[in-house]
């Protein structure tokens, strides 16, 4: 199996079905459906348009993927970014990486040796999910606890609520309970995007 945020060029393509809908008039949507790439396209589209958008989709939604499933060393990368754009470049971990022991856990840090681990459960889930996951490890660098002080670390971070809200929701479809330690939210920026006169709508992947 390729590493997480590798490209497999012996990978099977995709199969893809395209649905054409006399109600859809300027919007395409794509989305994973078992084992399946949908492509809901308007009835208007010509056979020439079809295929342009069907491999525009297809294309966009792999890339969503990857975006979704980051290498450690994009991980890394990501927690500087984040370290950088909302701790000033304070939080300075030694290591982070996925990990498959979290339990219940979201993700874990270690402060003593710098250390970050985040569950591959949050592998797939939107990217302002895991930069929540991402940020709040990073801030217990700087306060172990979840006091007043932890919080004010991670205020200016936007999506905090939501991505605690989608956390949540996440463990207590799949564990039936809400899980305890979770981090915060950004918005997805794949849907709604205007490309040609229409509208990218809804890009969407399996398992969240």
Known sequence: MPAAGTHDDTAE????????????????????????????????????QEREWVGRM??????????????DAQLVARATELSRRYLAGRAVPTSVRWSSNQ???????????????ISDRVQGMPRWVLDYVLLHELAHLLQPG????????IASYPHTQRARGFLEGYAFARDGAEDGDVPDEPVDDDTDTPVDGLRVDGLQVDGL
């Open 13 to 48: 393509p995709p199969v893809v079905e395209v649905r054409r809908s006399r109600r859809r008039a300027r919007t395409v949507s794509a989305w994973r459906e078992g084992g399946r790439t949908i492509v809901a396209i308007p009835a208007r589209f010509t056979r020439a």
């Open 58 to 71: 297809v294309e966009r939604l792999a890339a969503q993927e990857r975006r979704r499933r980051p290498s």
């Open 146 to 153: 979840h006091g007043e002080a932890f919080w004010a670390e």
């Open 103 to 117: 339990g219940r856990r979201w993700g874990s840090c270690t402060p003593a040796e710098g250390t970050i681990r």
